[in-house]
Nanobody
Framework: QVQLVESGGGLVQPGGSLRLSCTSS????????IGWYRQVPGKEREGVSC????????DYADSVQGRFTISRDNAKNVVYLQMDSLRPEDTAIYYC???????????????????WGQGIQVTVSS
């Protein structure tokens, strides 16, 4: 049973924008630590961004700092990843992940998450 669902991916030209959404019909995402990760075939999964659930503190990978923004809309039960100034090297499958428990901060280096989405393709190409 899919517990997290990503949407909003697709093909975009370099310099363009996409907004990914992570939703769940099972969980209240406002109660969970949420992370966004990406993976290119043949490479390790990379943490992109995360947001804590107690005070909405965020963290970003150096490669996306200043270009990507993570946010929550608890009323809609969704976590967004706004991706601007996209580059070809941002091409990957993007996953959202959720972890139970109270978190006052988060790190993109965290790898342990109890729940993962199935991923969505983002392709940046002209």
């Amino acid at each position: 049973q899919v517990q997290l669902v990503e949407s909003g991916g697709g093909l975009v030209q370099p310099g363009g924008s996409l907004r990914l959404s992570c939703t769940s019909s099972k969980f209240r995402l406002g109660e969970k630590l949420i992370g966004w990760y990406r993976q290119v075939p043949g490479k390790e999964r990379e943490g992109v961004s995360c947001i804590s659930n107690r005070n909405n503190r965020t963290d970003y990978a150096d490669s996306v700092q200043g270009r990507f923004t993570i946010s929550r809309d608890n009323a809609k039960n969704v976590v967004y990843l706004q991706m601007d100034s996209l580059r070809p090297e941002d091409t990957a499958i993007y996953y959202c992940a959720a972890e139970d428990g109270p978190f006052y901060y988060c790190s993109v280096y965290r790898t342990k998450f109890e729940h993962w989405g199935q991923g969505i393709q983002v392709t940046v190409s002209s």
